[in-house]
């Protein structure tokens, strides 16, 4: 597994090998979604693959304005992957955004951001190499209804797995009885585990396109499912997750159902997460390894891991960008929100994973989601861990008791950080706590940010009434 092209001319060579008829190319925007044109394989030669395809900039929402709209998408040759789903053949192609003003790097291009924070760390001394490892859950249902109006609104979903369906009557097929019900979703058999085909043919495709799979499985939840792809560094992390989301997608919409990775769609049952693993690397050595030392881990291990908590609101401005992340970070569905670092542990937002020799010793952030824009996620995780590594600083810890099992009393008495409690609150944290970032974000990206979660994700939702809102108030 891996790449299929290293430059130019293989890519060349490739596409007319498969016989491609077009050339598909995909950028990202600010929060996170994959955007693309094709183009006809006979107008794609070494000019514009070298110079950059023209595009609309304006017509991406949070981006460039109305009179300066003309932008350039510069493909990167060595990212090329055929399309599995499409009729005639396609090749995949990522690309990073240009910005002919100010002839750079366009500094809201995700993907360039993520490069501008290797090269950082590179040039300041403390690593050349970040490795990341996300591991996205995700949900399958067969149905999904919602409706937002000024008089109304709602949502319905379902599986053929929830609980609520022991006592459904269906027209074409009889009621099988077999589900994991809530919580019990962690490694039934068929035919409980109802996705078991389904997640293989997801694990076939993902290694047609270039990931290594290693293990698919089935989530706490009902319907909720899980892929285990191997690492890699900063970009290839993270254009990984950018496939691994449309491969999930489109075998679930082949096969007549429909993936989410939202990151909290039932009430009452487990979430969706993005755990993180990362390391730094320097010279082929890994900088997190200690050996002897408590769970293998260097103190600049520990030091960067205090600086993603010291930086906690600002970070979940971009691990967790949608308000509904902060519906999973609740006690009580395993969703690590107490800011502390563990060897084994799964509930402290940073667990270090057993058993890791040299080069495998790396820690783990549980708090992050799939709403998340990857390559922002990674990229601010990698500065505030440098921060951290600068300042030295010190996180509280380790814990290895049970820490879902402590109440808000123990956490204040012990003192134990914890994430933000809304998306409200974390970016207003960004907002009085991103000098850590200048290195690599702009003022003006900054600001075009905190912006565009106000304006798209806080107060539309702050100022809509709930379901829940009419039980508890609608008689006072």
């Not at 597994?1 to 008829?21: L, R």
């Not at 060595?78 to 789903?85: E, M, R």
């Not at 799939?370 to 505030?384: D, I, K, R």
Request: net charge negative; hydrophobic share 35%; aromatic share 12%.
């Amino acid at each position: 597994m891996g790449k299929f092209v290293n430059n130019t001319e293989e890519f060349f060579k490739y596409c007319e090998e498969n016989d491609v008829q077009f050339v598909d190319l995909r950028f990202t925007d600010i929060k996170g979604a994959w955007h693309h044109l094709s183009y006809r394989m006979s107008a794609v030669n070494d000019t514009n693959m070298t110079v950059g395809f023209p595009f609309d900039g304006s017509s991406i929402e949070a981006w460039q304005p109305i009179n300066q709209s003309d932008m350039l998408l510069k493909a990167d040759a060595g990212s090329a992957f055929l399309d599995p789903f499409t009729a005639d053949p396609t090749i995949i192609v990522f690309c990073d955004v240009y910005d002919i003003y100010k002839e750079q790097a366009y500094e809201r291009c995700p993907r360039s951001i993520a490069k501008a924070a290797i090269a950082h760390a590179d040039k300041i001394g403390i690593a050349d190499e970040a490795f990341f490892g996300p591991e996205n859950e995700f949900f399958i249902f067969d149905d999904v209804k919602f409706i937002d109006n000024i008089n109304e609104a709602g949502y319905r979903v379902d599986t053929e797995e929830g609980e609520w369906n022991s006592n459904t009557t269906y027209e074409d097929m009889y009621n099988t009885g077999h589900r994991p019900g809530t919580k019990g979703g962690y490694f039934p058999t068929a035919p409980t585990d109802s996705m078991v085909d389904l997640r293989a043919e997801m694990m076939l495709v993902l290694e047609q396109v270039g990931l290594e799979v290693i293990l698919g499985h089935h989530e706490v939840a009902q319907g909720q499912g899980e892929i285990g792809i191997v690492y890699s560094d900063i970009i290839g992390a993270a254009d990984n997750v950018q496939k691994y989301k449309y491969v999930v997608k489109m075998i679930a919409h082949l096969n007549g159902k429909t993936a989410t990775f939202m990151p909290k769609p039932l009430y009452g049952d487990n979430g969706n997460g993005m755990h993180v693993h990362q390391s730094l690397w320097k010279n082929g050595k890994n900088l997190f390894y200690n050996e002897g030392a408590y769970g293998n881990l260097s103190d600049m291990a520990i030091n960067y891991a205090g600086g993603i908590f010291a930086h906690s609101h600002a970070v979940s401005a971009f691990t967790n960008a949608s308000t509904n992340s902060y519906k999973r970070l609740i006690p009580g569905y395993e969703a690590p929100s107490i800011l502390t670092y563990s060897s084994q542990n799964r509930s402290a937002a940073c667990r270090i994973p057993w058993g890791a020799g040299e080069g495998a010793t790396r820690i783990e952030m549980r708090f992050p989601d799939s709403t998340a824009n990857p390559y922002l996620a990674f990229a601010v995780m990698m500065m505030a861990g440098i921060d951290g590594i600068q300042k030295k600083t010190v996180p509280v810890g380790p814990m290895d008791e049970d820490l879902f099992e402590l109440s808000l009393d123990e956490i204040r008495e012990k003192k134990i950080p914890q994430m933000p409690h809304t998306l409200r609150s974390a970016v207003e944290g960004l907002i009085s706590d991103h000098d850590f970032l200048k290195p690599v974000f702009t003022e003006e990206f900054i600001e075009a940010y905190q912006h565009y979660m106000f304006e798209r994700q806080i107060w539309p939702d702050e100022g809509r009434p709930t379901a829940y809102e009419f039980k508890t108030t609608y008689q006072c």
